[in-house]
């Protein structure tokens, strides 16, 4: 087994020939609000905005992918949810819930974001 680390992408295990992956991440954004108020009536509040977690990597061989994503923030939501065959490059195959690439906003996940305007968007 090979273990490993890399800044933004998470942990990693593989098998030593190559053909088993797992790698695991997650990110937490979380939200402090206080109100100074002139009457001693200060208020505050804590909010957990997003609290996710993901998984993905390759099975049997690098062709066979999966991956994961569950959000835990409030109640669990799933995000993501997938297998993929990549054996001819032509005709790849993805089947689960998965953001569809699109366009470059769609796919940038929004911890990757450097500035977020006041769209309202995620």
Known sequence: MVFGYKPRKGFSISTADGNNSLTLGGRVQ??????????????????????????????Y?????????GDFAGSFSLRDVYVQST????????????KIPHNRRQ???SGALQFCGSSGHE
């Open 30 to 59: 979380l939200r402090y609000t206080g109100a100074d108020k002139e009457d001693d009536d200060d208020e505050s509040t804590f909010r957990v905005r997003r609290m996710r977690i993901w998984t993905e990597g390759h099975v």
């Open 61 to 69: 061989n690098p062709n066979w992918r999966y991956g994961f994503q």
């Open 87 to 98: 054996h001819r490059p032509q005709a790849r195959v993805k089947l689960g819930q998965y």
């Open 107 to 109: 796919m940038t996940s």
